[in-house]
């Protein structure tokens, strides 16, 4: 059984960092996607940041130059660093893994497993 299960969410004020890591076990390789997202009130879930096994990432505009996904294959962990912090960063974020394989890419949203969420709430 394939569990993801994030942390590291808080409440900062804007200009602030937070590190959400996602450890995931069940897994036998590497071979899989990890993305981040983040669903606030009255908005819909937005992508935020992808990951392939050889460490090619994506992120949505809004995000770039301020949030750094990372991933430890041999830990079977990701990390979202988040910096620069604004009061728009504010929501639920999940972290998903999802099927990977030649030719395919990670920014998708379509992904098969997917954790309980950590909030983080950014104040101005």
């Known amino acids: 059984v394939v569990q993801l299960v994030e942390s590291g969410g808080g409440s900062v004020q804007t200009g602030g960092s937070l590190r959400l890591s996602c450890p995931a076990s069940g897994f036998t390789n590497s071979n899989y996607c990890i993305g981040w997202f983040r669903h606030a009130p009255g908005n819909e879930r937005e992508r935020v940041a992808t990951i392939n096994p050889a460490g090619g990432t994506a992120y949505v505009k809004s995000v770039q130059g301020r949030f750094s996904i990372s991933r430890d294959n041999a830990k079977h962990t990701a990390f979202l660093q988040m910096n620069t912090l604004k009061t728009e960063d504010t929501a639920m974020y999940y972290c998903?893994?999802?099927?990977w394989g030649r030719g395919q890419i990670c920014a998708k949203d379509e992904y098969d497993y997917w954790g309980q969420g950590t909030q983080v709430a950014v104040s101005s």
């Open positions: 998903a893994a999802g099927s």
